[in-house]
């Protein structure tokens, strides 16, 4: 079956980096879009960095010229480099991808969720 696995979270100092790696195997098709997601207690999961097929990318504006989303299409997996992380960015990160399993519909899939602590 299809599986989303992430790593790559972690504690860090603010202004530190950290590099989200999140890889899907299984009996895959295709892959649409990817995606990063992060969650605190409280608050709705929101949309961090989005990237297509083709590699168009979207960001929430908070994290725009600090995050940087790829993917390895060859891999089936999607990255997120995270670069002058702040203590608002401590969550659970998310990783998200729609996906179409051999003889399937396209669904979402999720990853486990991994920590980013980012400490002052």
């Known amino acids: 079956q299809v599986q989303l696995v992430e790593s790559g979270g972690g504690l860090v100092q603010a202004g530190g980096s950290l590099r989200l790696s999140c890889a899907a195997s299984?009996?895959?098709?295709?892959?649409?879009?990817m995606g990063w997601y992060r969650q605190t207690p409280g608050r709705q999961r929101e949309l961090v960095a989005a990237i297509t097929t083709g590699g168009s990318t979207n960001y929430v504006d908070s994290v725009k010229g600090r995050f940087t989303i790829s993917r390895d299409n060859a891999k089936n997996t999607v990255y997120l480099q995270m670069n002058s992380l702040k203590p608002e960015d401590t969550a659970v990160y998310y990783c998200k991808a729609d996906i179409a399993a051999v003889w399937s519909r396209i669904r979402d899939y999720w990853g486990q969720g991994t920590q980013v602590t980012v400490s002052s």
């Open positions: 299984g009996s895959i098709f295709s892959i649409n879009s």
